[in-house]
């Protein structure tokens, strides 16, 4: 089972931590990536990080978002700074079907349920 967290409310420019953590498995061997779903829009890719540290992430996001990943712990983080508006949504981690990380929704096999995170103007 996947669990996200560390959403909250955020003035624009700000910043938050998103932790994804598994408990039961482990994903070390796996590639996580990060989607995330606004209101009445389509999820979206915004990073993954393949099982040897990889990264990948959507342009709207680069120089603002750091993935990383905790192998001891079985925890992949997301570091989001300069927040804007437009970051708010609910963010899920995934954890992908290979040791890649991909920016299909339909290469990841596991899903966490998700954590808000709104950023106000």
């Known amino acids: 089972q996947l669990q996200a967290s560390g959403g909250g409310l955020v003035q624009a420019g700000g910043s938050l931590s998103l932790s994804c953590t598994a408990s039961g498995r482990t994903f070390s061997n796996n590639g996580v990536g990060w989607f995330r779903q606004a209101p009445g829009e389509e999820r979206e890719f915004v990073a993954s990080i393949s099982w040897k540290s990889d990264r990948d992430y959507v342009d709207s996001v680069k120089g603002r978002f750091t993935i990383s990943r905790d192998i001891a712990k079985n925890t992949v983080y997301l570091k989001m700074s300069s927040l804007k508006p437009e970051d708010t949504a609910v963010y899920h981690c995934?954890?992908?079907?290979?040791?890649?990380?991909?920016?299909?929704?339909?290469?990841?096999?596991?899903w966490g349920q998700g954590t808000q995170v709104t950023v106000s103007s």
């Open positions: 995934a954890v992908n079907r290979s040791p890649y990380g991909s920016r299909g929704y339909n290469s990841y096999k596991y």
